[in-house]
């Protein structure tokens, strides 16, 4: 088996079951009625910790990729960013048809009056076009250039989603604080990657 | 308080023994186990030191509902009590180790027999009632639960409040090290609550001590708990160490965490929504669909009088 087989049809798999975890542990909670005395609840807040913590990890594979030198993570980074987008679509499945029951007015005035379910309205509105538009196709019908400026929606949608996490926790801030330090780093290293290539515009990087 | 053991071995469903001494006893025991008889004794020390202390002589009340019951695992794992943790199920983990004997509650300010009092002293002379109550949380769920408990009216009247006394004000314990939520300070401990003396008088208000005919379980808020059927949950403040009579409205916790979200009455009132959710409808613990919450919880006929003539979307 060459590397490249290796990793298309053993780590790939093994990587894409890994990712579906959450959901059967999350589905043999509600089967073995583990979820608690509010499942509805549970549920939908077990899919929006996934849905930011895939969004995070995502985030990470740029930065790995080049700590480490190692291009293979690259490989990963679709596939991630797909599951943190289908995690939101089950929060946000979750949020309209279990905890409101498709009550449409309900769930209309919550989304224009409560803040942080307006952000969390506007992150998943952004994490549409960047699911949509991450085949290899898309990516050749808008081109590398577009497709990366499009693909920076992923910034403001993982502060978004830090932001929507934070507004709508009672008192205790520490675990959307936990989230949002992890998300200062992933940028942070951003903002400084940027600023040495400023430095050096010779140096071209993904 | 009248206390009764589970356990037919130990003491007969007749014999009531006074909590003083039955600490005493559990005191002698808990010695003993640490000279050395662990084999023999442990089994008698786990016996009380787990909830479910049979409370004995409950009477039934008029003011209880026949709604159905919210199931006892989730009377008392699903719990908002700060000061064991933030989560749900933070208080029932956290709070195993709470030992809420011996108990004293002070009381003080505008009244005529001031005085720390020891928690059977100011219970034991009411008689146990039992109270089945909605309870509608701020975050929009709500359970039925069967308090056991005695009205606050008739303890006030024992304890002889001025006329300046126009509102009554209660202190949760505060003590770090046996609540270890309280380390951070994610509300200003320790936890307050307040209600206008008519509120605190009225016969659907009580001090709670127990839950499904036992003794309350420390997730629930042991020893002593406030329990005001037509507020939000959050009124009903726990581990009570402090009753005061004052002239002032009372500051409350969440009152001073987020003014614009928690005001002093905290009604139950489906038409003023919290900022940040509707108050409208809620979950019943249990139940698949959300149902209309009623105002006052449901409670209107016996407390809407309080309020005539008040703006409750700006006194909420
Ligand atoms: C229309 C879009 C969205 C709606 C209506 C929505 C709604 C909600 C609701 C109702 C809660 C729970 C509030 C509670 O239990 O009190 C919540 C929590 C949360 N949501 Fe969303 N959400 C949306 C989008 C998103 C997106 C896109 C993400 C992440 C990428 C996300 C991540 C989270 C997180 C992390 C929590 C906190 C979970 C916890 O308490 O542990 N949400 N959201």
Redesign the pocket.
């Known amino acids: 088996m060459t590397p490249e087989q290796r990793l298309r049809w053993i780590v790939k798999p093994l990587v894409f079951v890994l990712c579906l975890m959450p959901l059967a542990w999350l589905a043999w909670r509600a089967v073995t009625g583990d979820l608690g005395a509010n499942p509805i609840?549970a549920t939908?807040?077990?899919?929006?910790?996934w849905?930011?913590?895939?969004?995070l990890i995502t985030l990470t594979v740029t930065p790995a990729t080049r700590l480490t030198g190692q291009a293979v993570f690259m490989r990963f980074r679709r596939m991630l960013g797909l599951f943190?987008f289908a995690?939101?679509v089950l929060?946000?499945s979750s949020?309209?048809g279990l905890?409101q029951f498709f009550a449409w007015a309900e769930?209309w005035a919550?989304?224009v009056k409560r803040t942080?379910?307006t952000?969390?309205?506007a992150?998943?509105?952004m994490?549409i076009p960047l699911a949509a538009t991450s085949t290899k196709g898309m990516i050749k019908r808008l081109g590398a250039a577009r497709w990366k400026a499009l693909h920076r929606l992923v910034y403001p949608?993982?502060i978004?989603?830090?932001v929507?996490?934070y507004m709508?926790?009672k008192a205790d801030v520490r675990?959307?604080l936990i989230?949002a330090g992890v998300l200062a780093v992933l940028l942070g290293y951003r903002v400084v990657a940027a600023w040495r290539r400023g430095a050096k515009p010779a140096r071209r990087t993904v | 308080m009248l206390i009764r053991h589970t356990r037919p071995s130990d003491v007969k469903p007749s014999e009531i023994t006074p909590r003083a001494v039955f600490a005493d006893r559990r005191r002698f025991l808990a010695t003993a186990a640490v000279a050395g008889a662990t084999a023999v004794l442990s089994p008698l020390l786990a016996g009380p030191a787990v909830a479910g202390r049979k409370l004995d002589g409950i009477t039934k009340s008029p003011f209880s509902t026949d709604e159905e019951l919210t199931d006892y695992k989730s009377v008392t794992t699903y719990n908002n009590f700060y000061e064991f943790g933030a989560g749900k199920d933070d208080p029932v983990e956290n709070s195993a180790d709470f030992e809420p004997r011996p108990w004293t509650v002070a009381v003080e300010g505008e009244v005529a027999k001031p005085g720390v009092y020891d928690l059977d002293d100011l219970i034991r002379p009411h008689a146990l009632e039992e109270r089945i109550y909605r309870m509608r949380c701020v975050?929009a769920w709500s359970m039925v639960i069967p308090w056991v408990g005695v009205p606050l009216g008739d303890v006030i009247k024992r304890l002889e409040p001025t006329s300046k006394a126009r509102f009554v004000a209660f202190d949760t314990l505060y003590d770090p090290k046996r609540m270890p939520g309280q380390q951070r300070a994610i509300l200003d401990w320790p936890y307050r609550e307040g209600l206008r003396m008519d509120e605190a008088m009225h016969p659907l208000t009580i001090l709670a001590v127990g839950l499904y005919g036992e003794e309350l379980p420390n997730q629930n808020g042991a020893p002593i708990r406030l329990v005001v059927p037509w507020k939000y949950g959050f009124k009903g403040i726990k581990s009570i160490v402090r009753i005061s009579f004052q002239e002032a409205m009372p500051p409350t916790s969440w009152n001073i965490a987020t003014p614009h979200e928690y005001g002093f009455y905290a009604n139950v009132n489906p038409n003023v929504d919290h900022p940040r959710?509707s108050q409208a409808r809620e979950r019943r613990i249990g139940e698949f669909f959300k149902r209309e919450t009623l105002m006052f919880n449901g409670y209107g006929e016996e407390v809407a009088h309080l309020y005539t003539g008040m703006d409750l979307a700006k006194f909420y």
């Open positions: 609840e939908n807040r077990f899919l929006g910790d849905a930011l913590r895939f969004l943190a995690y939101a929060h946000v949020y309209v905890d769930i919550d989304i942080y379910i952000v969390g309205m992150t998943l509105l994490l949608a993982a978004g989603a830090v929507h996490f709508m926790v675990e959307p989230y | 975050e959710w």
